[in-house]
């Protein structure tokens, strides 16, 4: 029996992680790109070029594109403040949603965005780009393994030199000081600002770690840049249970990790009872402490392989076949995220340690 073609549309490219998406979907033997829409085509140029994408599917008015298109699979990378509208949009038109990270702006965002895709019979994912690093997912099966006992601590430091450094697959640029007054990355209402851009991937990936635990308390501080609307520094504490976990987020990190590791290293360290592991962004080994290598040992990182090495394979296996979306592209997962960074949020408003929002 032939499998089916998907059509795979593109809408809104405010978040330059669409050209990375878009290559996927490019690359994928059973799916197409039949649109691409944003309100200025600028934006999308480059991906028309190297994708070769026809002139009649490229739009700037989304409702022409979802009418015309006609996609099964909708990638939305709008900013972060503007998730649950465009999904409550595009939800109606009955198609399958992969958001790119973050979930959203906040966690009543979040909630919009999952009574949006209620009753449409679709799936929703949100995508964390380092849920697709091998060295995560290496360390990730041996704490679910129990290689290192029980998990008492998540330690995490992410992020890169800032926003404006790179756009789609990670082509340098120069940021200038008329970008980054315009940009939506430093606009408050639009979600900017450090802690939101990455403080989710460490905490989703957290609740990954932790499968599936909820901390009790947060307490966040963020620094205050001069001039600007956002955070471009943020620590999270998070106590748990089973003990203190800490989330970092940084724009303005000397290097950016993809291409030179920074100090601190981008990435997270594991502790558990009986043993840690130490799994760095791109990374192709773990270093890892147990009863039996107390001194620890370098862990050589398997490749991923398909249809598990990337988020379009692996959106399209799990709707093909049935399989359940699992991970911090599960909702019920990075809803959790959510939950402990919008606790973040008050935290550091409050300049206080609160409770976990429900």
């Known amino acids: 029996m032939k499998k089916k073609t998907w059509r795979i549309a593109g809408i809104n490219f405010s978040h330059m992680h669409m050209g990375d998406l878009l290559r996927l979907v490019h690359e994928h033997p059973r ?5 691409v829409c944003h309100d200025d085509r600028e934006e999308m140029e480059r991906s028309i070029e190297h994708f070769d994408i026809p002139e009649e599917r490229v739009f700037t008015d989304w409702k022409r594109c979802m009418e015309e298109a006609e996609p099964d699979v909708v990638i939305l990378c709008p900013p972060t403040g503007e998730h649950a509208i465009w999904v409550e949009r595009v939800a109606k038109y009955k198609v399958h949603v992969f958001v790119e990270k973050p979930f959203a702006a906040s966690l009543k965002d979040a909630d919009r965005m999952i009574a949006a895709m209620k009753g449409t019979r679709k799936k929703m994912v949100i995508n964390w780009p380092l849920r697709w690093v091998a060295s995560h997912v290496k360390a990730h099966a041996l704490v679910v393994a129990g290689e290192i006992g029980k998990l008492q601590e998540v330690h995490y430091y992410d992020g890169n030199r800032g926003p404006l450094y790179h756009t789609a697959d990670k082509v340098e640029t120069t940021p200038t000081a008329a970008r980054k007054a315009n940009s939506w990355w430093y606009k408050q209402k639009h979600g900017g600002g450090s802690l939101l851009d990455y403080l989710g991937y460490g905490v989703t990936l957290g609740t ?19 001039g600007l609307e956002v955070d471009e520094h943020s620590v999270t504490i998070a106590r748990y249970a089973s003990g203190l976990s800490k989330f970092e987020t940084r724009w303005g990190t000397f290097t950016d990790p993809w291409i030179h590791q920074p100090q601190p290293m981008c990435g997270f360290v594991l502790k558990g009872t009986k043993g840690t592991i130490a799994s760095y962004d791109y990374g192709d080994t773990i270093r890892m402490q147990t009863e039996q290598h107390p001194e620890g040992k370098q862990v050589k990182v398997p490749a991923l392989k398909k249809p ?13 076949t049935g399989e359940k979306i699992t991970g911090p592209l599960d909702p019920k997962v990075a809803r959790i995220g959510q939950q402990i960074v919008d606790s973040a949020v008050l935290s550091a408003k409050r300049k206080k340690t609160v409770k976990l929002v429900e």
């Open 31 to 35: 799916a197409e790109i039949v649109g």
């Open 208 to 226: 990954w770690f932790h499968q599936g635990k909820k901390p009790l308390e947060v307490c966040t501080m963020v620094d205050e840049p001069k």
């Open 308 to 320: 598990y090495d990337n988020p379009v394979n692996y959106f399209l296996h799990c709707l093909e």
